[in-house]
């Protein structure tokens, strides 16, 4: 009974420090998150120019980039 016990008790041990090292890679990620486009934002505003429109971004176009690539 005592063996059963303490069995147990190392397995739920393992397991929780087996799911507290998982985390930890986890939130070392970084999330992704949208930024301004700027390429678009570029070539869409050239264009306006070489054809006299003024261009006046309400909601300006947007690219989702993981942390890694700023």
Do not use: F
Not at 31 to 58: L, S
């Amino acid at each position: 009974m005592k063996s059963t016990l303490a069995l147990s008790m190392l397995a739920s041990s393992l397991l929780m420090l087996g799911g507290c090292s998982s985390t930890q890679d986890k939130s070392a990620m970084s999330r992704p998150h949208d930024v301004d486009d700027g390429a678009y934002i570029a070539q869409v505003e050239r264009t306006a120019h070489d054809r006299g429109v003024t261009v006046q971004w309400v909601n300006p176009p947007q690219k989702r980039v993981s942390g890694t690539d700023l």
